[in-house]
């Protein structure tokens, strides 16, 4: 399984959710990406 960059909508879709207060493995199925993934691309 390649690995498929986060789209600038993904992005701003976590920075929403986080506003919002959901958890990041709230988001992370919510983008239907793995939980490891959506941490490491919420450290920006």
Aim: hydrophobic share 40%.
């Amino acid at each position: 399984m390649s690995y498929h960059h986060f789209t600038i909508e993904e992005r701003e879709s976590i920075l929403v959710y986080r506003t919002q207060g959901l958890n990041l493995s709230q988001i992370a199925k919510l983008l239907h990406r793995y939980l490891v993934l959506v941490v490491s691309e919420s450290d920006i």
